[in-house]
């Protein structure tokens, strides 16, 4: 069983930062989505297995960052110039894949952390 273990979230002002990070039971290909409320789950960050590929939502290009420790098996999502607009439910999300390639959609991938709530206030 898969394993995966968000932390980070919290509140912030806007114009701040938060980091997320992503404890999962093994390597894998690795995805950021968030969900607003009323709001579908709509994809934020995406790295491939070997790490050669990331890719990210327009609307987070240039101040999101996405990264991974293999050695501690963590993915993680720095957020910067973080907006009110920013203010969801954060879910990262593994797939079985050894390539380098990345995964954009929802039903792509096998697991899903438990989601951790970014705020940010204005």
């Known amino acids: 069983q898969v394993q995966m273990v968000e932390s980070g979230g919290g509140l912030v002002q806007a114009g701040g930062s938060l980091r997320l990070s992503c404890a999962a039971s093994g390597r894998y290909a690795m995805g950021w989505f968030r969900q607003a409320p009323g709001k579908e789950r709509e994809f934020v960050a995406a790295?491939?297995?070997?790490?050669?590929?990331?890719y990210y939502g327009e609307s987070v290009k240039g101040r999101f960052t996405i990264s991974r420790d293999n050695a501690k098996n963590t993915a993680y999502l720095q957020m910067n110039s973080l907006k009110p607009e920013d203010t969801a439910v954060y879910y990262c999300?593994?797939?079985?894949?050894?390539?380098?390639?990345?995964?954009?959609?929802?039903?792509?991938?096998?697991?899903w952390g438990q989601g951790t709530q970014v705020t940010v206030s204005s």
């Open positions: 999300a593994a797939r079985r894949d050894y390539s380098s390639i990345i995964f954009q959609r929802k039903d792509e991938y096998n697991y």
């Open positions: 790295m491939s297995y070997t790490g050669v590929s990331t």
